[in-house]
């Protein structure tokens, strides 16, 4: 017997002991997949509970369904930031899709001293990108939605993290000589990890030393230099690796 197909809702959906879904998925459920009163879904409210429900009515604006079963996921233990230095051309679509698939918590774009793209419609893009991060959080089977942060100045951003004790800072950098790998199983408290990934052309020196006097760990991936995007996916794996998240 198959799986029900899963679909992402808000919280103020529910209505114990009924949930209606609404919006884009009403159509993807109707006419893609042909769902029939009776038909069960399961529903996720993006902050780790999962419904089980039977399709009550469908109309044409709306779906009733009835709660037949419910459950709370388990989130990861470790919250990751990916503070992301925006990439030309449509690079940051793939990052933030497979980020989501590594396992991180939220991302921040960034704007930095190299960047090169000139951002225009940010409120268009930003709501594309949470677009694919949520198609991607569904199809990996995540129990939550990671979100976008608003584009940020570099330094602005940096300056504005809380530097607590259970939080690790990682600024993966051409020039770093520590390996990732002995910093996080140095850190094996951390509960929240902030890692920034530079975009095209790398960060500046200058940025480097702000990150460094933030208390960011200057850490190398290797021996070779990678692109932005397989920089950010390779250090998201090395985390998830070393700390056990999904």
Same mark, same amino acid.
């Given at each position: ?12 959906? $529910? +209505?114990?002991?009924? #949930?209606?879904?609404?919006?884009? !998925? ?7 997949? /042909?769902?029939? @009163? ?14 089980? $429900? +039977?399709?009550?009515? #469908?109309?044409?604006?709306?779906? !009733? ?7 709370? /996921?388990?989130? @990861? ?170």
């Amino acid at each position: 017997m198959s799986k029900p197909p899963r679909f992402f809702i808000s919280p103020d959906q $529910v +209505r114990d002991p009924s #949930i209606t879904v609404t919006g884009d !998925d009403l159509r993807h459920i109707r006419t893609v997949l /042909r769902k029939q @009163p009776g038909d069960l879904l399961t529903l996720l409210d993006g902050q780790g509970r999962e419904y089980t $429900v +039977r399709i009550r009515t #469908i109309e044409k604006e709306k779906i !009733d369904t009835e709660i037949v079963d419910q459950r709370m /996921r388990e989130l @990861p233990a470790v919250r990751i930031t990916l503070g992301q230095g925006l990439p030309k051309s449509d690079k940051m679509d793939l990052i933030v899709q497979k980020a989501t698939e590594l396992g991180v918590s939220s991302i921040v774009p960034l704007v930095t001293e190299r960047t090169i793209v000139k951002m225009k419609d940010e409120e268009k893009r930003i709501i594309r990108w949470q677009k694919i991060i949520r198609e991607a959080a569904m199809q990996s089977g995540r129990p939550d939605i990671p979100k976008v942060e608003t584009i940020r100045p570099f330094r602005d951003y940096i300056f504005s993290l809380d530097p607590g004790p259970q939080t690790l800072f990682l600024f993966p950098w051409e020039e770093g000589t520590e390996p990732v790998k002995n910093v996080l199983r140095g850190h094996r408290d951390a509960k929240h990890i902030v890692v920034l990934i530079g975009p095209e052309g790398g960060f500046s020196q200058g940025e480097a030393d702000a990150a460094k006097d933030k208390g960011f760990h200057l850490v190398s991936l290797g021996p070779n230099i990678l692109r932005t995007e397989t920089a950010a996916l390779a250090v998201l794996s090395m985390i998830g690796y070393e700390t056990g998240s999904k």
